[in-house]
């Protein structure tokens, strides 16, 4: 074990985000799953906070972790398959945990490619239970069609905006208006774009794009207000987002999640032409399990 060495990350040269990449395709293949790190979102300032264990000149484990309500931390993670059963990603986690608890965080939410036994032995270790599923999808051939809503627009969120945005967002979702708020709060970084949907002038949902990098657009938090659902404004929502923001950028790769549960959304998403790349789950456990 002395071998092993467990750092944060703080080079995001290209060469260090190649060797990710690497690992992750080799996880992948061995595995046969559909594992992706988020190695886009990784960056000194505002992106994903990441630690590495490399064997000598070799990576062979990694965890990133983020916050989107300042209370619990999402991690992505994965091990060299020749060094599992090595504790490397507890090793990682015990790092990782020392900042976390630092910033408050009290719950980790760790996301694993469906059907992964190591992943899912891993989360059970951890004291972590399955809570949710969600289908990655990706845009795969736009399907056009008139739309039914032709004063449909989407503006860019403004400062008057704001209230609208926690309203719609918390009584779409569910969560509480404390929560929506901290939410919001906590995810307000450059290259994520807030998009208030309009019917004759008035606010009827909103969409969220993050630019994650030059090629990649990752759609979220897109809502309906529930007075306005079930009657075909979420597809003109997307549609518009899709085509009159998104495509108009050549070789755009569009992608967002849909958990598994929802199957109407999923419908949604796959009358505008996206296609389902794979299926993800979500086991959360206490930030602390020593």
């Not at 307000?188 to 994650?212: D, F, S």
Request: aromatic fraction near 8%.
């Amino acid at each position: 074990m002395g071998e092993h060495v467990i750092k944060k990350m703080t080079d995001f040269s290209e060469r260090s985000i190649a060797a990710v990449k690497s690992l992750e395709l080799l996880c992948k293949n061995s595995d046969g799953s559909n594992l992706r790190v988020g190695v886009e979102s990784l960056g000194p300032e505002n992106g994903d906070a990441a630690f590495l264990c490399h064997a000598g000149e070799q990576l062979i484990g990694f965890l990133s972790w983020y916050t989107s309500d300042g209370t619990q931390a999402n991690i992505n993670g994965m091990v060299h398959p020749e060094y599992r059963l090595q504790q490397v990603f507890r090793r990682l986690l015990d790092l990782a945990r020392q900042e976390m608890e630092a910033q408050g965080i009290q719950t980790l939410r760790y996301r694993i490619p469906s059907g992964s036994l190591s992943g899912a032995g891993c989360a059970a270790q951890l004291a972590a239970n399955l809570t949710s599923s969600e289908y990655s999808l990706s845009l795969k051939q736009y399907h056009a069609r008139e739309p039914r809503y032709p004063e449909l627009t989407l503006q860019v969120e403004q400062p008057d905006d704001y209230e609208f945005t926690v309203m719609c967002s918390s009584q779409a979702f569910g969560d509480s208006e404390s929560w929506t708020r901290d939410y919001w709060a906590h995810t307000r970084q450059p290259g994520r774009i807030t998009y208030i949907a309009k019917n004759n002038h008035m606010p009827v949902g909103l969409i969220r794009v993050n630019k994650v990098d030059s090629r990649t657009a990752v759609i979220h938090d897109f809502c309906v207000l529930p007075s306005c659902q079930g009657k075909g404004l979420g597809r003109d929502i997307l549609a518009a987002a899709v085509e009159d923001l998104l495509l108009q950028e050549p070789d755009t790769h569009i992608r967002l999640g849909v958990v598994t549960e929802n199957a109407h959304a999923l419908d949604l998403y796959l009358s505008v032409g996206f296609a389902v790349m794979g299926e993800f789950q979500y086991f959360t456990g206490p930030v602390s399990c020593r």
